[in-house]
């Protein structure tokens, strides 16, 4: 079973939609978690931290259920800029800071 | 500005030859990795640095090499023990402590054996 497991896509939306991405990690242990957004032929960049009460930024809605070991992602409103691919990052419970990312989804949005 | 700077973006290399890539930060961050990614693909971890002067392999380090002689560099060998070295290399740097932040990502080298 991989460590961090994603829908790989893609997710194909009109603008104005709201999405949702899911992940799920095998590591009940770990204890931070991310999204990264990568665009096609670029580098990943931190999107927002996910934290236990859940998280909004903007359009952007991150959870986490610790229980069931998953993490998801909701984009409201979808502009055509969000087309990407989004990778879920779980960090590896080994006392420093090394990370596990998932293979992403990737995002299509249309007008 | 504080960042993250790999050099060159795209490089062309022979069959068997090594080759060297660079990464350098500003950021005063401890940590250094490096990944691969292949199209369609994740990132995997090749090697990672703690601390100057000490390196450990990732999940995919037959092939590389690496050093962290200055805390700023860490620069990834291709060797050509690597059986199929084109790929998308990313360098990233982070702090020590735990769990709390993600990585900075340079902007990555695109290389090509030809």
């Known amino acids: 079973r991989k460590e961090v497991e994603q829908d790989p896509g893609p997710f194909n939306v009109p603008e104005g939609a709201t999405v949702a991405f899911n992940c799920t990690y095998s590591?009940?242990?770990?204890?931070?978690f991310f999204w990264y957004r990568q665009d096609c032929r670029k580098e990943p960049k931190l999107l927002m931290s996910?934290?236990?009460s859940g998280n909004e930024d903007g359009r952007f809605t991150a959870q986490l259920n610790r229980a069931s070991q998953y993490i998801s992602l909701l984009i409201r409103d979808s502009k055509l800029s969000d087309s990407a691919t989004y990778l879920c990052?779980?960090?590896?419970?080994?006392?420093?800071?090394?990370?596990?990312f998932g293979a992403g989804t990737r995002l299509a949005v249309h007008p | 500005d504080g960042g993250i700077t790999q050099s060159p973006k795209y490089l062309f290399r022979k069959e068997g030859q090594n080759v060297t890539l660079s990464c350098e930060q500003n950021?005063?961050?401890?940590?250094m990795y490096w990944y691969r990614q292949d199209p369609g693909q994740g990132l995997r971890l090749i090697y990672y640095?703690?601390?100057?002067?000490?390196?450990q392999k990732g999940d995919i380090a037959e092939g590389y090499s690496v050093s962290r002689e200055k805390k700023e560099s860490f620069p990834l060998t291709v060797t050509s023990a690597q059986k199929n070295p084109t790929a998308f290399y990313l360098c990233?740097?982070?702090?020590?402590?735990?769990?709390?932040?993600?990585?900075?990502f340079g902007s990555g080298t695109r290389l090509t054996i030809v």
């Open positions: 990233a740097s982070s702090t020590l402590r735990t769990g709390s932040y993600g990585y900075t």
């Open positions: 590591n009940s242990a770990s204890q931070s």
């Open positions: 996910v934290y236990s």
């Open positions: 990052v779980v960090n590896f419970a080994g006392g420093y800071n090394k990370l596990i």
């Open positions: 950021l005063n961050h401890d940590a």
């Open positions: 640095s703690q601390i100057v002067n000490d390196f």
